[in-house]
Structure formats: structure tokens, C-alpha cells
């Protein structure tokens, strides 16, 4: 593990890069992390380009998406352009987005726009050691809590 990349945009209304960097870096303080920020999601395939390119070998996009039409059409746009990246230069990227319409008031979504972002970053730094399948089944949930595994 060298070097994760973390794509953010001025659109959000959370500040998640922090949170995921700070919970990257507590989890694995030897990995070199850089961050880029987009005016919006659309540019985040850019940023997650940029950040591939200059040797990061996974990333975190963290994204926003208001509750318009057009908003989500914006974000299956950038999803599809995340998933074509990942593709071509075969580097792991998490999407990890916050629809402004999942919550009923702000302080929600704030909650859940910082859980969301640590817990992929938590996913990220397990996935790259190795260590992901023991969490296999067990129902955890980024953003809401954990609702465990059916026995």
C-alpha cells in the first residue's frame, strides 16, 4: 500500500475527504495519501485520473448529489465514468456518495455523510491488506448502522 487517492468536490456539504483521511491515516499511518478537489461530481473522474496517474493505487471518490433529476443523472454519469476508469488503468476506486435526499433533516445527513466516509475508508485500507472477506455476510451498512448477518 503506497499511496491512496482521495477525490472530493466543493458541491458537498460535508467536508468527508477530512474524515476519510483522517481515518485512513489513523488506520495506516505509513500510506501516503492525496487529495484532490473538484468543483463537482462530474469532475471527479478527472481528479480520480489525476491521482491514478501520479501512482495512487486506489482511491475514495467522495460525492454529493442533490435530490433534482438532473442531479442523478449527473451522478449515474460519474458512476459510469468511475467504472470505465477503474477498467482502463485497473486501479481499485470506492464510490462513495451522499444523496442529499436519503435523510429527513441535515443533521442526518451529516451523520451519514461522515460515517459513510469512514467506513470506506476503513473498507479501502482492509480491502488493500487483504483482510475484507472476514467481514464477508455480516450485514455492514456505511452510512446507517450495521444491521448484521441472517442466521
Not at 81 to 89: A, F, N
Not at 101 to 120: G, M, W
Request: aromatic share 4%.
Amino acid at each position: 500500500m503506497d499511496c491512496i487517492g482521495v477525490v472530493d468536490t466543493t458541491f458537498a456539504r460535508v467536508d468527508m475527504a477530512s474524515e476519510a483521511i483522517d481515518e485512513i491515516k489513523s488506520l495506516a499511518p505509513d500510506v501516503e495519501v492525496r487529495r484532490v478537489t473538484v468543483p463537482g461530481i462530474k469532475n471527479t473522474i478527472w481528479g480520480a485520473k489525476k491521482l491514478a496517474r501520479e501512482g495512487c493505487t486506489a482511491l475514495l471518490v467522495l460525492g454529493w448529489v442533490g435530490p433534482s433529476l438532473t442531479d442523478k443523472l449527473s451522478y449515474l454519469a460519474m458512476s459510469i465514468g468511475l467504472i470505465e476508469l477503474q477498467i482502463h488503468m485497473d486501479v481499485l476506486i470506492l464510490d462513495v456518495t451522499v444523496h442529499e435526499d436519503e435523510a429527513s433533516d441535515e443533521r442526518e445527513l451529516k451523520t451519514i455523510a461522515v460515517d459513510r466516509a469512514r467506513k470506506h475508508a476503513r473498507n479501502l485500507v482492509a480491502l488493500m491488506r487483504g483482510d475484507l472477506s472476514k467481514f464477508a455476510g455480516m450485514g455492514l451498512r456505511q452510512g446507517r448502522p450495521d444491521v448484521g448477518p441472517i442466521i
